[in-house]
């Protein structure tokens, strides 16, 4: 602080500090900073930092998912994950009470693209507090199109093999390595005047329906075929 002296002349007062220690702060918590943003972008799954109704930060990985640069992504709203405004609205009265509750938020549904193009996808969040935003929630972004295409692959073909069992004339029935029925197909069911639904997880020992000593034999007789792979042929009356 300058002061002038009677004489005229000017006397500078002040202090010296050093600030190498928080020079070394600072440059630790660039560091940390920067590891953080490594680990952040070589996750695989998007991650979105969100805040009061606008994304904030995500990774590569997002980015990628969703077709869009950072650039065109952060300061904006999440809205074209859902096509509409409404749909949005709809997202957020499901999972907004979830999270302001401390909850952990799973979804999985259909969503969009930057450009429009949809896909199956799955979402985690919870609310995390930062400061100087009233919300903030980190969310996990997974693509599972190819999962739930797998999914309804499957569920086809287990369609199409019950459909085709329901063709052969004779009985049949399959059951897991525990010897429980997995099912058994229509010739079966009317054969023995049963429903597959009454027999589904259940072994030989629960049908009451059987004599107590053929429901042990045939126990038996299951599970040493299953241990050791046999292939057995009985004529039935």
């Known amino acids: 602080t300058p002061r002038k002296q009677a004489d005229g002349s000017i006397l500078w007062t002040g202090f010296i500090q050093s600030i190498h220690e928080l020079k070394q702060r600072d440059e630790a918590l660039q560091e940390v900073l920067a590891q953080q943003k490594v680990l952040f ?9 969100s805040a009061d109704g606008l994304i904030r930060q995500i990774n590569t990985s ?19 994950l859902f096509g509409t405004a409404q749909a949005q609205d709809a997202f957020n009265a499901r ?4 999270l302001n509750a ?16 949809p896909f199956h996808g799955r979402v985690a969040g919870c609310r995390v507090n930062v400061n100087g935003f009233e919300r903030a929630t980190i969310w996990v972004v997974e693509d599972i199109s190819e999962r739930q295409q797998m999914e309804t692959q499957l569920a086809d073909l287990a369609s199409f093999q019950s ?3 329901d063709t052969i004339p004779y009985p049949v029935f399959y059951k897991d390595a525990d010897t429980r029925f997995l099912g058994v197909n229509r010739a079966y069911e009317e054969r023995m005047g049963v429903r597959r639904e009454d027999l589904l997880g259940k072994r030989v020992l629960d049908l009451d329906y059987l004599p107590s000593a053929d429901r042990r034999a045939y126990q038996a007789e299951d599970e040493a075929t299953i241990a050791q792979l046999q292939r057995i042929q009985r004529e039935m009356l």
Request: charged content about 15%.
């Open 102 to 117: 401390g909850q952990r938020v799973v979804e999985e549904g259909v969503f969009l693209r930057y450009d429009g193009t």
């Open 62 to 80: 997002f980015a990628t998912m969703v077709g869009a640069s950072a650039q065109e992504l952060i300061g904006h709203s999440a809205e074209f």
């Open 95 to 98: 999972v907004v009470p979830q």
């Open 163 to 165: 459909a085709l069992i």
């Open 41 to 49: 972008d070589n996750i695989p799954s998007g991650l979105v930092f």
